[in-house]
């Protein structure tokens, strides 16, 4: 089992940044990736960023590429999202997600509310 724990979400301002953490416990040594979806009222939920939990590469969704930043401190187990340049398009619950196989994400946290304002 992992735990995932999300913090970090709120109110932004549109233009500005939010920075969202998740915290993994558990069976880390068997997380081979991790990665943040989202989703906004009404809406599927969908893929946002992807990190390699080992290797550290990343991608992207085209929506949010050159705008949020993924990384990771394996020393604390923690996952980071780094949102700049916010848009009102960006309010939505934002979610952690774990996987222990490639292709597949096998655990979540519980999501964390970002809301955007003008």
């Known amino acids: 089992q992992v735990q995932l724990v999300e913090s970090g979400g709120g109110l932004g301002h549109a233009g500005g940044s939010l920075r969202l953490s998740c915290a993994a416990s558990?069976?880390?040594?068997?997380?081979?990736?991790m990665g943040w979806f989202r989703q906004a009222p009404g809406q599927g939920r969908e893929f946002v960023c992807g990190?390699?939990?080992?290797?550290?590469?990343?991608n992207y969704a085209d929506s949010v590429k050159g705008r949020f930043t993924i990384s990771r401190d394996n020393a604390k187990n923690t996952m980071y999202l780094q949102m700049n340049s916010l848009k009102f398009e960006d309010t939505a619950v934002y979610y952690c997600?774990?996987?222990?196989?490639?292709?597949?994400?096998?655990?979540w946290g519980q999501g964390t509310q970002v809301t955007v304002s003008s």
């Open positions: 997600a774990a996987g222990l196989e490639w292709g597949n994400f096998n655990y």
């Open positions: 990190i390699n939990w080992r290797g550290g590469s990343t």
């Open positions: 558990g069976r880390t040594l068997s997380i081979l990736h």
